[in-house]
């Protein structure tokens, strides 16, 4: 129950973020642009990517090309131009932090304050592991000497290739730098609780540095970071307690070398200790037969509540409109045959499908029904409005 109302307050707040929003983006075949709820065009659709960030009435346009980004204000209608804005790249402490850069330089950029943190290295993806967050980037190798020739004539120097290295960082705003270190793979390792009796067999699974982020976030009580055959074992508190030489070992040896070392019964499945809680059990049903009422209460009619609908018309086309009443429909636009109108009414939006064409999305006002959309793009969408 607390999960429903919990996701009408939310659904509730988006509507009314929506509503108080002057600016929203739309999408015509595919590319992304904004419109104010008026139809003037602010930013033509030549985007790839629209990401809105609610917290701070922001939508950002991405394209990853020569094009610069854009971070719009839905409010004011201000925007900010920058060489590349990568949205949601790392959490502290919970809160989303984008990667922005500007003038060949990167900083963090928070989702839901003005906060910024400058970048110490040029780190390229962020993942999350315990209290710590591990760092990538690249790093040229030293510049070395090509030497002479048998006739004493300078050599050019040898090639100098890009290494990919990590570091473990403190998951707060100073994002301080715990082991500075090359590794390519790293081993989260957990206590197995006392309590809970261990049929001897453990579940391995190593995790390496090109897999996505996950949800779940457990403190680990030992890490091993490692690079080929070196090893180094480090507790909770990222303090070194082993470097060791492993050569070409799976999965299952280096976790039984690790915990015969610590002579500690480890498991790499995180328990509810380590802050992963499952989900409740099912309620069971109520023992004993059921009583009903005998006199059954008549059903109490409810108020009528608004809705937005689409309908297939006899000539093929479809309509967008709004029940108003039960007696009163209001019709917004009318779609031609070749147009398939889908209504996404959980978050104010439309999209309009078309053979041989990329999808075109907009909202609408979760009120009136008006959409917001550049009347220049109707007729390319087959919509006439009504």
């Known amino acids: 129950m607390k999960k429903i109302n919990l996701f009408l307050i939310l659904l509730i707040a988006s509507n009314l973020v929506m509503a108080q929003q002057k600016y929203h983006e739309f999408k015509v075949n595919g590319k992304n642009g904004i419109t104010d709820t008026l139809g003037n065009e602010a930013v033509k659709p030549i985007y790839a990517f629209a990401k809105a960030i609610p917290a701070k009435n922001q939508i950002y346009l991405q394209d990853f090309s020569e094009k610069p980004d854009i971070i719009f204000n839905a409010k004011t209608g201000t925007k900010q131009l920058y060489e590349s804005v990568y949205d949601n790249q790392l959490q502290i402490k919970d809160v989303p932090y984008s990667v922005v850069s500007n003038k060949g330089k990167k900083f963090l950029l928070s989702e839901e304050t003005d906060k910024t943190l400058p970048m110490s290295r040029d780190y390229d993806e962020f993942y999350k592991a315990g209290k710590y967050i591990i760092a990538k980037y690249y790093a040229q190798e030293p510049y070395v000497s090509g030497g002479k020739d048998k006739n004493g004539k300078f050599l050019p120097p040898k090639i100098r290739e890009m290494k990919r290295l990590h570091v473990v960082l403190t998951n707060d705003e100073t994002l301080k730098t715990v082991v500075d270190k090359g590794f390519d793979k790293y081993l989260p390792l957990y206590k197995t609780p006392e309590e809970k009796k261990s049929d001897g067999t453990v579940k391995v699974e190593i995790v390496t540095i090109k897999l996505p982020l996950k949800e779940s976030n457990p403190v680990f009580d030992y890490i091993i970071l490692s690079q080929g055959s070196n090893h180094r074992l480090y507790n909770a508190k990222m303090v070194l307690v082993k470097a060791f030489v492993l050569a070409k070992p799976d999965e299952e040896k280096l976790f039984n070398y690790t915990e015969k070392l610590l002579k500690v019964k480890l498991s790499t499945m995180p328990s509810v200790e380590h802050g992963l809680v499952s ?27 608004p809705f937005f609908y689409t309908k297939k018309l006899e000539n093929g086309n479809t309509i967008f409109a709004l029940q108003e009443t039960e007696e009163i429909s209001k019709r917004i636009f009318e779609a031609n045959a070749n147009v398939k109108v889908n209504l996404y009414d959980h978050r104010n939006g439309i999209t309009i499908k078309i053979e041989g064409k990329e999808d075109s999305e907009f909202n609408y006002n979760p009120k009136t029904g008006e959409i917001y959309l550049p009347k220049a793009y109707l007729a390319t969408l087959g919509i006439r409005l009504i």
């Open 279 to 305: 989900a409740p059990p099912m309620m069971a049903a109520p023992s004993g037969p059921i009583r009903r009422n005998s006199q059954q209460e008549p059903e109490e009619k409810k108020p009528f509540k």
